[in-house]
Each structure stands twice: as structure tokens, then as C-alpha cells.
């Protein structure tokens, strides 16, 4: 039996982690709707609800950051990062120091939470060293008074964050900590059913990503609403980069067959922070998109994706554009560590087949016999 192309509609794990509930437009953390979630709990919250299945009462929570706080420190003082000096990929960056720094900790043997907690405490340190950095600046280290998302904020620029940016963030770290069996995650799930550590699990979940189907595509929204310029603009863009084959990047999902949830929340956030000419850019852009779309393929039922008002969020509390994909990696490394504990429990090796579709029936020939046609 051969799976279909993507392994579309395939089931690989049971999970009690996160759904994706594609039809209807919801997402559910732990029994929890996103919408029960996003503005409420505080990412460290929602970290602590993935990793053990339940909220934190205060005193689980204190007991949670208290762990935490020391755990956001740089134990190698950045040595990755300034090696890669400044004009490494971000996420190819994130990927070498995490990497780094989880073989000098060391992570090894079967996973816990407190590696999970680790590995999450030290994302938004890594990113924001690696942008002060490459900007002729020393790395901060994290302040025991901040959160995790003022922290991060904090780390980029020495200063403590506005109220409404860390909210935004906060909100954005929520709403993207988990999502059900999406690629990085699978990633990650194979990778743990080997038995190999966490700590490489979650370099192979970066890795994952950082494509442009997966966790690339806000940057190249922005990149797309620039190139557009206009409210005016996008009818004439859109039909153009249609007519060329292209992708509107933060349209399409493979499971949600309606709007994201997340994204409907990000909208309203976007909304509010967003100037009036951007937004006015953004909204026309994404009803003219998803019109468009499933006028062209209505059997696809094509509407916008996290990544679409993600990206007008991100930029609204000051973060530039290449730090998007590792900002998104920065939460969704909460939901990557509680899939590899689950894994752990009960696992079974992830050993899928392939279907061989070559010859086998070549003779070897010495070198010198070698024709270029033999060769190919
Ligand atoms: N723009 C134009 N056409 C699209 C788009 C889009 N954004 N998305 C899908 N389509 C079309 C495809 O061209 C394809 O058409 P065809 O059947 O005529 O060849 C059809 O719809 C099915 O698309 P697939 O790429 O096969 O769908 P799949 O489920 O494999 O991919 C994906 C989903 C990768 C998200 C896709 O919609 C896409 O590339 N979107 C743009 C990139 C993007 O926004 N990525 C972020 C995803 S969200 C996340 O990972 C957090």
C-alpha cells in the first residue's frame, strides 16, 4: 500500500497534545480551544499545560519559573554565534548554538521535562544574541524580573519592553506553541523514536522549520505585501503572480479547509498595531487572495494561514524580518519537546517503507567501460 504524496490525510500518532480540526477552523491545546488560551494564559502557562497536560496552579508555576530563570543564561557565552560571525541564516544559527550549547549541557539519555524546559528557556537568549551580534553589540543576559517574551524582547534591544508589545508577543508565542502533527513536529517524533536525545530531536525540528512551506513563510508575506505597495496594487499583483505559477505566501494549509483560527486572532492584533495604510494593505490582499484562490480551485478551499498576519504582529513589536522564523521556532519549541516526551511513552520506531521505483537489474562495469549512459 503506498501512502499518499505528503502522506496526506495519513495518521502517525495518537496525541493528546494538540488537534488541528481542519473542517471546522478550531485548534485545541489539551482539551483547551486556542481562543480559551490566546490573551489569557502566558506562554510559560501554555508551555507548562503541553509538557504536563493539566494548567499550572501558582505554586506549579512559580516552581516552573523558578527553574526557568536560571536556565535562559548563555553557558558558552554565545561561541557559535560568533564564530558564524554576522551573515549566518538566523535559523541556521539558532540550529549550530542550540546544537552547541545542548553537547556541552549535556542532554543525553531518555528525555524529561526538564530538558524540554531547558531547551525552551534558551531559544529567545540564542536569538537575541545572535542579532546583537551581528549588530557590533554584547549579548544581554536574561533579568530575573521579565517573563519569557519580555525577556526576549528585552535581550534584543536593553530596554524593557512596552506592556502592549510584550501582550502581542506573549499572545503570538500562545497561539503557535503547538499544532498537531505538522512537519517539524513529525520531525521531531522520528527523530525521538530512535531513542536519541531530545536535544538533537529539536535541531532536526529547526531544521524542518525553516522552509519556506513550513515556518519561512512570514518574512516572504512581508516581502509580498511590500512588493504590492498598495491596496490599488493587489488585484493586478496577484492575477500577475497567479498567471505565473507562483504561491501566495500565507494562503493554503494542508489540513485547515477554512480559516486558521490563529490567524482570525492575529487579524484583530494586527488590527490594533498595525498603521491604518497597512492594514487596509494586508486585509485587501487577503480577501482578494482567498477569493481568487478558490475561484481558481474551489476544490482546494484555500484561505489565509497563521503565517499571514503573523508577520504584520512581529513586525508591530519591533522584530526584524528574518528573526520571524526563529521567533515562531522560539514558541513552537515548547510543543516540539512535549511530542518527544509523548513519544517516549509507549514508543515504537518510526519505519516507514518507501515504494522502489528504479531498475535492479544493472551489471557493474570497471571503470574504464564506463559509457556516460551506463552512468545515468
Ligand atoms: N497560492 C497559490 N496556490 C496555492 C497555494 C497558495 N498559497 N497553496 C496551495 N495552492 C494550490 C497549489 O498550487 C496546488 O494546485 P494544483 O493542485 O493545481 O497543483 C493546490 O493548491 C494544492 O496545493 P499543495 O501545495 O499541494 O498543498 P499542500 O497541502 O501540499 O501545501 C502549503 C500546503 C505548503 C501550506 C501550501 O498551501 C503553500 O505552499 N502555501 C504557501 C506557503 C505558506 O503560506 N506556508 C506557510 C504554511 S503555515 C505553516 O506551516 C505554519
Known sequence: ????????????AQTNISHVFG???KLVYRGYNINELAGKASYEEVAFLLWNGHLPTQPELDALNAKMRPMRKLTDGGYALKALKGGANPMDALRTEISLLAALAPISGTATIDQAMLLTALFPTVVA?????RNGKEPLEPRDDLGHAANYLYMLTGEVPPENHVKSLDTYLVLLADHGMNASTFTARVIASTE??????????IGALK???????????MDMLEQIGTAENVKPWMDNALANHQKLMGFGHRVYKTTDPRAEILREMARQSSTPAFFALARTAEEYGIAELNRRKP??????????????????????????????ASSRVAGWTAHVLEQMVGNRLIRPQSEYVG????????????TPAAVS
Do not use: C, W
Open 129 to 133: 544574541a545572535f542579532q546583537r551580534l
Open 211 to 221: 522552509g519556506p512551506l513550513h515556518g519561512g513563510a512570514p518574512a516572504l508575506v
Open 23 to 25: 473542517t471546522e477552523g
Open 299 to 328: 476544490d482546494q478551499r484555500l484561505y489565509t494561514n497563521v503565517e499571514f498576519y503573523s508577520a504584520a504582529v512581529l513586525n508591530s513589536v519591533g522584530l526584524p524580518r528574518d528573526l520571524y522564523p526563529t521567533t515562531f
Open 196 to 205: 536519541s536525545d531530545i536535544a538533537s530531536a529539536i535541531v532536526g525540528a
Open 1 to 12: 500500500m503506498t501512502a499518499p504524496k505528503g502522506l496526506e490525510g495519513i495518521v502517525v
Open 359 to 370: 531498475r535492479e537489474d544493472l551489471k557493474f562495469a570497471p571503470i574504464a567501460q564506463r
